[in-house]
């Protein structure tokens, strides 16, 4: 869920990686990279560039990045 939150967070608003760590409750932005790329299988970083980059649909990027947290909890 925190991921999920977190995903929408980098494709819908300005906060930096950092803000957005603690804001879906995580104190470590390490720790927080580390699970996000585990479960995403790419970085905050890249997920707020691609989202951002003006040839990708946000709702297509998320929708994406679901099934893959979706997929990767079976």
């Not at 869920?1 to 390490?30: F, H, N, Q, W």
């Not at 905050?44 to 691609?50: F, I, R, Y």
């Amino acid at each position: 869920k925190r991921i999920e939150e977190s995903c929408r967070l980098l494709c819908d608003s300005t906060l930096c990686v950092a803000d957005i760590a603690e804001k879906v409750g995580y104190s470590s932005i390490k720790f927080f990279n580390k699970i996000f790329r585990q479960i995403t299988k790419m970085t905050p970083d890249n997920t707020a560039s691609k989202a951002k980059s003006k040839n990708r649909n946000t709702s297509k990027l998320l929708i994406d990045i679901n099934k893959d947290i979706w997929y990767n909890k079976k």
